[in-house]
Each structure stands twice: as structure tokens, then as C-alpha cells.
């Protein structure tokens, strides 16, 4: 299995992205998928998430009211819309997948990640 995400560039700030992930190779409707981004200098730190069917959905509180996370599962797609984005939120974003279906914010409970696209903010 593999994520493919894309979506990523440069906006000022208050504009809006959004990011696709596309899996391939298998269905990955029964699994949790995430998004996490890594600023430079920092740890990667935990997005959104939306387990299987959107039964739970969890944002970080820096993000919460700005950010969107959708599944398109007929298309093994999740997406992340992202509004009033702000210069903190430049980051390389990632996408990630639990088998376990968890909905959780830690990082290492994620089984398969994507391999990133950068998100640039300008003031």
C-alpha cells in the first residue's frame, strides 16, 4: 500500500489549500487516516484525523475551526481542507493510515505514511 498526497504550495496569509492523499494497492476504507505536519526544527505533530466512516473526527486545537478533513472512500482519498491559513501552519504535511481504525492523535500508532507535500505561508 502506498499514500500519494499532493496539494501542497505557497499562499499568503488568510488563503486557503487543500491537500489530497491517494491511496494505491489496496482499499483502505476500514483504516483511520490521518494528516500530521513537521515544521522545520520541530517534531511532527498530529493534524486531524477521521476513522473509517467518519464515526470519529478530531482536530488539533491550533487547527480546530480551520481545517477540514473529508474521505472520498470510492476513491481511496482523504482530504484536508485548509482556510485562514496562518504562517505557523508552514509545514511539510503528511498523510498516514491505522489498520486498527483508532482515530487517534499519536503518531506512532500509524501504520503507513505518505510521503509529504509542502505547505508554505507568507505573511
Known amino acids: 500500500v502506498q499514500l500519494q498526497a499532493s496539494g501542497g504550495g505557497s499562499v499568503q496569509t488568510g488563503g486557503s489549500l487543500r491537500l489530497s492523499c491517494r491511496a494505491s494497492g489496496r482499499t483502505l476504507s476500514s483504516y483511520a487516516m490521518g494528516w500530521f505536519r513537521q515544521a522545520p526544527g520541530k517534531e511532527r505533530e498530529f493534524v486531524a484525523v477521521r476513522s473509517s466512516w467518519g464515526r470519529t473526527t478530531l482536530y488539533a486545537d491550533s487547527v480546530k475551526g480551520r481545517f477540514t478533513i473529508s474521505r472520498d472512500n470510492a476513491k481511496n482519498t482523504v482530504f484536508l481542507q485548509m482556510n485562514s491559513l496562518k504562517p505557523e501552519d508552514t509545514a511539510v504535511y503528511y498523510c498516514?493510515?491505522?489498520?486498527?481504525?483508532?482515530?487517534?492523535?499519536?503518531?506512532?500508532?500509524?501504520?503507513?505514511w505518505g510521503q509529504g507535500t509542502l505547505v508554505t505561508v507568507s505573511s
Open positions: 498516514a493510515a491505522d489498520r486498527k481504525n483508532r482515530g487517534s492523535y499519536v503518531a506512532n500508532e500509524y501504520d503507513i
